[in-house]
């Protein structure tokens, strides 16, 4: 029975402590044009990131994915929320803006599958046309 509880506690408090975490895709921002500011976020497991489009013409789609995560694609123009269920480094573009590297990085917990995630970015950064480096500069940040 105490077993039971303390489960039940356990798994409560990490609903009650994940964080809501809000990533804009933007036309112009701090980072330059076609960004998603963060383009960097530190998460834990648990947590859920909306992307939301500030401006029209804008999805958001995985490229890489923690192993058991499952990838994701939202809408165009739609709010997106999705909920970080592995430990490890997400990779994700915005589609129609993936030459102008509108592209982001969400590390949660360890990096766990940082070899994947690099060789992802290697392959964006090499196929973009313009603002170039960006998204080294948030892998940079991955630690």
Avoid at 29 to 56: R, Y
Avoid at 106 to 133: D, S, Y
Wanted: aromatic share 8%.
């Amino acid at each position: 029975m105490k077993k039971v509880l303390l489960a039940t506690l356990l798994a409560f408090s990490g609903a009650v402590l994940a964080a809501d975490h809000e990533v804009k895709m933007l036309d112009n921002g701090k980072g330059g044009g076609m960004v998603f500011e963060p383009g960097f976020l530190k998460a834990e497991v648990g947590d859920t990131v909306t992307f939301v489009p500030t401006n029209k013409g804008h999805w958001v789609q995985s490229k890489t994915v923690p192993e058991g995560a499952e990838k994701f694609l939202s809408k165009e123009d739609e709010k997106f929320s999705l909920t970080l269920t592995h430990e490890g480094v997400y990779v994700y573009v915005c589609p129609p803006h993936r030459m102008m590297n509108m592209s982001g990085i969400i590390q949660v917990g360890k990096p766990t599958n940082l070899k994947n995630a690099t060789k992802e970015v290697e392959k964006i950064e090499k196929r973009t046309t313009e603002h170039k480096g960006r998204l080294f500069e948030y892998l940079e940040q991955v630690k």
